[in-house]
């Protein structure tokens, strides 16, 4: 499978490289990013982008996704900016879609929201309520893209929505995991190959939540 990774230089992003570098599933790996890996991270398999405008795909870049099976997309913040969250996944997926018609490929999308992430724009939040929305509203017209958008029945939409992410290893995560709990936390390693697991195989549900990333994450780590 040739995959498309988006925030590869983050915490959630950086897991799923490591983990798709080490499926041997993965034939090819691109990664957009706006600055270079770390020079640790070498494998034949992997081709770096550097991204000047996340909006725009010249010809050179699409060149270089053209064929792709799937994206799972980990870049993302806090901050409510709607040009990062919305803008920068939209304009890819917009970009992406028009290589649809000629590859003739399904493609597998996998955005990476969270838990808390708050789709119905009316609901009053507590707190984060800005970032929340504004992830929530990506979520929506990210799901809606096939349905508003020429892809031949060929894009298929996954959010994964997980809780708190803990580092994959150390006592302190592992006591924080234990705490929380399965609704409340996940280990970015069950995390990471849960979501490999469904850009490959796909998944009966087109939304998943914590439990079941994290139950399907722990099988396939044993
Ligand atoms: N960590 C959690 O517990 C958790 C839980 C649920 C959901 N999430 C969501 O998962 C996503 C990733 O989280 P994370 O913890 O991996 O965050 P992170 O460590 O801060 O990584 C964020 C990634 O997004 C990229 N990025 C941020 N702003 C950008 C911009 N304006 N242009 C281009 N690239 C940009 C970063 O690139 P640079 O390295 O170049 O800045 C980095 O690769 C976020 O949407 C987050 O809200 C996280």
Same mark, same amino acid.
Request: hydrophobic share 45%; aromatic share 6%; glycine share 8%.
């Given at each position: ?82 040009? $990062? ?11 992406? *879609?028009? @290589? #649809?018609? !000629?590859?003739?490929? %399904? ?17 009053? $939040? ?11 509203? *990506?979520? @929506? #017209?990210? !799901?809606?893209?096939? %349905? ?75």
């Amino acid at each position: 499978m040739k995959i498309i990774l988006t925030g590869s230089t983050g915490f959630i992003g950086g897991e799923v490289l490591a983990q798709c570098l080490k499926n041997p599933a993965i034939t090819s790996a691109v990664v957009l990013s706006r600055r270079s890996l770390s020079k640790e991270i070498s494998d034949p398999r992997l081709k770096v982008i550097i991204m000047k405008d996340f909006t725009q795909y010249p010809d050179s870049v699409i060149k270089e996704l053209a064929g792709a099976d799937a994206c799972i997309w980990a870049m993302g913040s806090n901050a409510g900016d709607s040009v $990062l969250e919305i803008d920068y996944p939209i304009a890819f997926a917009q970009a992406f *879609a028009s @290589t #649809l018609p !000629v590859h003739k490929k %399904k493609f597998r999308y996998l955005h990476v929201s969270g838990g808390l992430v708050e789709p119905d724009q009316e609901k009053p $939040l507590w707190f984060l309520q800005n970032a929340r929305k504004v992830r929530g509203r *990506a979520q @929506t #017209l990210l !799901v809606d893209f096939p %349905k508003q958008n020429e892809t031949g029945g060929l894009w298929e939409t996954f959010i994964a929505r997980p809780a708190a992410v803990q580092p994959s290893s150390g006592v302190t995560a592992a006591v924080i995991t234990c705490l929380l709990g399965k609704t409340m936390s996940i280990r970015a390693d069950e995390l990471a190959v849960a979501m490999i697991d469904t850009v490959l195989n796909g998944t009966g549900s087109q939304i998943e939540n914590n439990p079941e990333l994290l139950e399907r994450g722990r099988a396939l780590l044993k």
